[in-house]
């Protein structure tokens, strides 16, 4: 009887990332929050290319890979202070509470990863982080809807801090365009009249309010 050989155990590695990693983790990035994007009103992850690239030359943003066997299987991203043109976060709020938050603005583990135990090794690794940095929790976004999502974070004791809901009206209004008219039917000319007289002959292309046939017929034969 054969044995058959036990599996390797596989090992996930982090680090922070390079220059060269930018554009196979923007491409991961989308792998990952494609499902979650289609459903909700905000994306969630990645807003655009060019952000992210921004966000490499940031001083106060982190950014980790997590990989097995050189792929990428995770990537998170977090920020000690709120920054970027399109933050909502509110410092005073942390402050008046006595709580100094590291920004989770990016948890990602691929498909093929989840339930593996790699989304809480970056955790840990977040959590880590914050206590070296002298922060006091670990503040985060998720879409209300993303409940597998929710779900996991609340089984690690994540809560709730606010509600941001997005409400929408319907605006009574009127089309831009005018609806489709009927046109007048062409009426034909009768037998022995001049097509193109007034009376019969089709409307001109264009008309002029200015009259000035009329005086100058007047200013002829003032001058006679």
Request: hydrophobic residues 35%.
């Amino acid at each position: 009887m054969t044995k058959v050989a036990p599996q390797q155990s596989l090992e996930v590695r982090v680090r922070r990332i390079h220059r060269r990693d930018l554009n196979r983790t923007w491409e991961f990035l989308k792998l990952v929050f494609r499902d979650v994007n289609r459903e909700t009103v905000e994306y969630q992850r990645p807003r655009s290319k060019r952000r992210f690239m921004e966000v490499y030359t940031s001083e106060w943003i982190e950014q980790l890979l997590y990989e097995v066997d050189g792929e990428i299987v995770g990537y998170s991203e977090c920020a000690f202070e709120a920054t970027g043109d399109d933050n909502w976060v509110n410092p005073r709020w942390f402050e008046k509470r006595g709580m100094r938050p590291l920004f989770v603005e990016e948890l990602a583990v691929h498909p093929d990863y989840q339930g593996r135990g790699v989304g809480s090794f970056m955790l840990d690794q977040l959590q880590h982080l914050a206590r070296t940095r002298g922060c006091t929790h670990l503040v985060l976004e998720v879409a209300e809807n993303n409940e597998s999502a929710l779900a996991w974070y609340r089984a690690r004791t994540f809560y709730k801090l606010d509600a941001a809901i997005f409400l929408a009206q319907k605006v009574p209004g009127e089309p831009d365009l005018l609806p489709p008219r009927r046109l007048k039917r062409r009426v034909k000319a009768a037998e022995g009249e001049d097509p193109t007289s007034p009376t019969t002959g089709p409307a001109p292309a264009a008309t002029s309010a200015r009259g000035g046939g009329a005086r100058k017929g007047r200013a002829a034969a003032k001058k006679g």
